[in-house]
């Protein structure tokens, strides 16, 4: 009896733990299809239990979030060796709370506004409605915190590479949609798993989630069919496999003769445009020369004394920038300090911490509208849906993703590609260390290079003009069904206590 005690506590912190560490894993991993149903059915189990869900969340975050301790070290910006193993794990740990919480919250709403029984005293089109709209409060809070700076990637995005062709329904229904879908099947799942564990029969429900979750697909499928494609405009990506940390030991002089260098390998390649990574030129950067081909680069700024990072775009025979758009979302800590920190560090830039641009991520170059992403933006699919709304024809996202590992490569990816099926507009994705390449408007990559390697890679975007249903609509059939579900979850509520 005293073991059996034993094994329950066990379970009761384990299990959630467990669930939560798979559903981190899966985040942007081949094995999604298998990994993310299971873990969001461990959720769904303990759903109305606080400990279950804090700890499902905690371990959610911590293992997809792991890469942030890659932080350290930041001896190389002043700090002790031990202060920047402290900071790095302490900004994990915090995040990893956060997401705990966050969990709790959304379990505590679901258990007080609607499961105050055993589940099956409901009937099942009760359990429908009720589930559903804890869904969509889910991918409600998903979409409130893309709006924040302290959002990377959660479940709606979670999906690519491990199962596109469901991914694919973000033409119509975007990453909310895709969201609630994917927590639907883990209840499903855990569902499935109560009626078998009660002797109860489950076969009909079995089978109806098998044809749904199927025609899902082939849905999906239909919506990302591949499309001919043009190849009359190749652009030049340069992934210059420069560390943030060694940037700073290369002097404007030696970058302007490997900017050269890979001006002339574009144009050797018959290439229209150049495209740099995030970061890479200098404030006080100088081109000796007149630029050999239109260019897009990743670099900073100085504007009315404020240090920016931008996308500084060159024309062919000028030696200085004509048009820039800067980045308006930047990390928390990692670009931007709080004010009362300042006096403890330069901040986690090395160049001492940068001011945010325009919101708007529309750039009119040379009269080719474009979306632009710089590295944390492509989190915020709104702000690149509101571009795509002004005409924007092709994604362009540079990012600096060193020094964290191919975990954060994975993820950015997954973002981008996302991005892409829900405008149905090709995106142009370069980074220092990688990844570089061209992911189509269907979600599919193209032309990746390798990552840790210089090269001068040509991709052959296309410059697309149709609108997805997502695109024109966004998020409001989400709000409209969440305001019906709460509408039908109160008639419920009423029925049974009368």
């Known amino acids: 009896m005293i073991e059996k005690i034993k094994f329950q506590t066990l379970s009761k912190y384990l299990i959630p733990s467990l669930g939560g560490s798979i559903g981190g894993l899966s985040v942007s991993h081949e094995l999604w299809i298998v990994l993310m149903p299971i873990s969001l059915s461990i959720l769904w189990s303990g759903f109305n239990q606080k400990i279950s869900n804090y700890l499902w969340g905690f371990f959610f975050v911590l293992i997809s979030h792991h890469w942030l301790i890659y932080l350290h070290p930041l001896t190389w910006l002043g700090y002790t060796w031990l202060a920047s193993l402290i900071i790095s794990f302490s900004i994990l740990i915090i995040c990893s709370i956060f997401g705990g919480l966050l969990i709790s919250l959304w379990g505590f709403l679901g258990e007080s506004l609607f499961i105050k029984r055993n589940l099956f005293s409901y009937t099942n089109y009760q359990i429908f409605i009720k589930i559903l709209f804890l869904s969509c409060l889910w991918a409600l809070g998903e979409l409130i915190l893309k709006q924040t700076p302290f959002f990377w990637i959660g479940v709606g995005e979670s999906l690519i590479p491990g199962d596109l062709y469901l991914s694919g329904l973000a033409r119509w229904c975007g990453a909310s949609g895709l969201c609630t879908i994917q927590l639907m099947i883990g209840f499903w799942l855990f569902f499935i798993y109560e009626h078998w564990r009660q002797k109860i029969k489950f076969r009909k429900i079995f089978y109806i989630g098998i044809l749904i979750i199927i025609n899902l697909h082939f849905i999906g499928a239909f919506l990302i ?3 001919k494609r043009a190849i009359d405009f190749p652009v030049a990506l340069w992934q210059t496999n420069i560390p943030t940390r060694e940037k700073g030991f290369i002097n404007n002089k030696l970058m302007y003769q490997k900017l050269f260098s890979a001006q002339k390998d574009a144009i050797s390649k018959d290439a229209k445009l150049l495209i740099t990574p995030e970061g890479t030129l200098d404030f006080a950067f100088i081109m000796e020369n007149p630029s050999l081909i239109d260019i897009f680069a990743g670099g900073f700024r100085i504007s009315e004394k404020h240090l920016k990072s931008s996308l500084l775009a060159f024309k062919k025979g000028d030696k ?3 048009d820039f758009i800067d980045k308006h979302r930047l990390v928390p800590l990692g670009e931007k300090l709080p004010n009362i920190l300042n006096r403890f560090s330069v901040g986690f830039s090395s160049l001492g911490g940068l001011h945010s641009g325009q919101a708007s991520r529309f750039f009119n170059w040379d009269k ?3 979306a632009i992403a710089i590295c944390y933006e492509i989190s915020d699919g709104l702000e690149i849906r509101k571009a795509i709304q002004l005409g924007s024809e092709l994604i362009i996202s540079i990012s600096n993703l060193d020094p964290y590992p191919i ?11 996302l991005r892409s099926i829900e405008n149905n507009r090709d995106n142009v994705i370069i980074s220092n260390t990688g990844p570089t390449g061209l992911i189509r408007n269907d979600g599919r990559i193209a032309n990746l290079l390798p990552t840790s390697i210089e090269q001068v890679n040509i991709v052959y975007p296309n410059f697309l003009t149709s609108r997805t249903i997502y695109n024109r609509v966004g998020d409001k059939p ?3 069904l969440s ?10 509520m009423k029925r049974s206590t009368n």
């Open 478 to 480: 989400l709000l409209i």
């Open 407 to 417: 975990k954060v490569q994975k993820q950015f990816i997954s973002l981008a590609s």
């Open 320 to 322: 200085s920038y004509s």
């Open 368 to 370: 080719t509208p474009l």
């Open 483 to 492: 305001i019906i579900l709460i509408s039908l979850n109160l008639r419920s």
């Open 225 to 227: 069919t591949p499309q």
